[in-house]
């Protein structure tokens, strides 16, 4: 039986992963998760589960407009993976001009509420963000409902400001009149979640894991659709104000798997940092050589389920960005 923690275990997996991390489809996607978050100077942003800062820097360019050079535009970056943020940490140190525009923190991101800021110890402080992100993690989470409702009091409250009635006015054309309120919306939330059909093996090597009673570095099985992500914002608080669908984010595009190639697909998979995590949770003196024969059959058995009756899995190379904000 597992011996390791939902936590533990993505922690496990990015310890490893950290040195590498970089060298993989991450950075390209960075941009262009960056560019629907759409920063601006003078903001608040913080990163949440921000790894290696490919997010975090390119966040943090956008304050560093000379003509803006007394904002005070912040980005903070929260992780939980020491390994990860040492990454950060020296990309830090190599873009100096960027110094007072970065801060990073250690810290578990579902439990924001025990965080100290390095200001004298201080919390997080609430509703003080314009904007919050997630890239490449959400589906780490083992509850998502309490995930997305805990990180509802960092954003920037909506602001309704009633307007002043001015007699001489006329009303007719007029948006003066008693009754028209200006707004001014709260933070967004920006978060990423694989496409349902997105890196099927890892999909599918979480259900053998569940099966073998071992713990699986990410917890997919509630993503059935782009609608999924949408209905936890929803009953949680959030408006959800667009999706968008960003192709390709490999560079592979959409593929098949045939049943023909499952034992090649399983053993790539038993290579990865996910796989040897997934042994290292099932505790003391588990061979990985045991992990990979009981898993294999059941593999096989899980591939079945999802192939159509070419004996075809789909696989997605498509990641769902969501835009939300705080609802009214």
């Given at each position: 039986?597992?011996?390791?923690?939902?936590?533990?275990?993505?922690?496990?997996?990015?310890?490893?992963?950290?040195?590498?991390?970089?060298d993989?489809?991450?950075?390209?996607?960075?941009?262009?998760?960056?560019?629907i978050?759409?920063?601006?100077?003078?903001?608040?942003?913080?990163?949440?589960?921000?790894?290696?800062?490919?997010?975090?820097f390119?966040?943090?360019?956008?304050?560093?407009?000379?003509?803006?050079?007394?904002?005070?535009?912040?980005?903070?970056?929260?992780?939980?993976?020491a390994?990860?943020?040492?990454?950060?940490?020296?990309?830090?140190?190599?873009?100096?001009e960027?110094?007072d525009?970065?801060?990073?923190?250690?810290?578990?991101?579902?439990?924001?509420?025990t965080?100290?800021?390095?200001?004298?110890?201080?919390?997080?402080?609430?509703?003080?963000?314009?904007?919050?992100?997630?890239?490449?993690?959400?589906?780490?989470?083992?509850?998502?409902?309490?995930?997305?409702?805990?990180?509802?009091?960092?954003?920037?409250?909506?602001?309704?400001?009633?307007?002043?009635?001015?007699?001489?006015?006329?009303?007719?054309?007029?948006?003066?009149?008693?009754?028209?309120h200006?707004?001014?919306?709260?933070?967004?939330?920006?978060?990423?979640?694989?496409?349902?059909?997105?890196q099927?093996?890892?999909?599918?090597?979480?259900?053998?894991?569940r099966?073998?009673?071992?713990?699986?570095?990410?917890?997919?099985?509630?993503?059935?659709?782009?609608?999924?992500?949408?209905?936890?914002?929803?009953?949680?608080?959030?408006?959800?104000?667009?999706?968008?669908e960003?192709?390709?984010?490999?560079g592979?595009?959409?593929?098949?798997?045939?049943?023909?190639?499952?034992?090649?697909?399983?053993?790539?998979?038993?290579?990865?940092?996910?796989?040897?995590?997934?042994?290292?949770?099932?505790?003391?003196?588990?061979?990985?050589?045991?992990?990979?024969?009981?898993?294999?059959?059941?593999?096989?058995?899980?591939?079945?389920?999802?192939?159509?009756?070419?004996?075809?899995?789909?696989?997605?190379?498509?990641?769902?960005?969501?835009?939300?904000?705080?609802?009214?």
């Amino acid at each position: 039986m597992a011996s390791m923690s939902q936590v533990a275990a993505s922690q496990h997996m990015y310890a490893t992963r950290a040195g590498k991390y970089d060298d993989s489809w991450h950075p390209q996607y960075a941009k262009r998760f960056v560019r629907i978050v759409n920063p601006h100077p003078g903001q608040r942003i913080l990163d949440l589960c921000c790894g290696t800062g490919l997010e975090l820097f390119l966040l943090a360019e956008a304050f560093n407009d000379d003509s803006k050079a007394n904002d005070d535009g912040v980005v903070v970056g929260v992780d939980a993976t020491a390994e990860m943020l040492a990454v950060a940490a020296e990309r830090q140190r190599a873009r100096p001009e960027l110094a007072d525009r970065v801060k990073l923190l250690r810290h578990d991101v579902t439990h924001l509420e025990t965080l100290r800021t390095t200001d004298a110890l201080a919390p997080l402080e609430k509703h003080s963000f314009d904007t919050i992100v997630c890239s490449n993690a959400f589906v780490l989470f083992d509850d998502p409902d309490a995930v997305v409702a805990s990180w509802r009091r960092y954003l920037k409250r909506p602001v309704y400001t009633a307007a002043t009635h001015n007699p001489n006015d006329s009303h007719e054309g007029h948006e003066s009149h008693r009754g028209i309120h200006h707004h001014e919306p709260g933070g967004k939330l920006v978060v990423d979640i694989p496409h349902e059909a997105a890196q099927r093996g890892g999909l599918i090597m979480e259900r053998v894991a569940r099966r073998m009673g071992l713990v699986f570095p990410s917890n997919r099985s509630w993503v059935t659709s782009v609608n999924s992500f949408r209905d936890v914002l929803e009953r949680n608080g959030y408006h959800v104000d667009r999706v968008i669908e960003l192709d390709h984010i490999s560079g592979q595009g959409a593929t098949y798997c045939t049943a023909y190639h499952v034992d090649e697909l399983y053993d790539s998979l038993t290579k990865s940092s996910a796989f040897a995590t997934m042994v290292a949770g099932a505790g003391p003196g588990v061979e990985m050589a045991t992990v990979e024969r009981r898993g294999r059959s059941i593999f096989h058995e899980e591939f079945l389920k999802d192939a159509g009756k070419d004996g075809r899995v789909f696989m997605s190379d498509t990641m769902y960005v969501y835009v939300a904000r705080l609802a009214s």
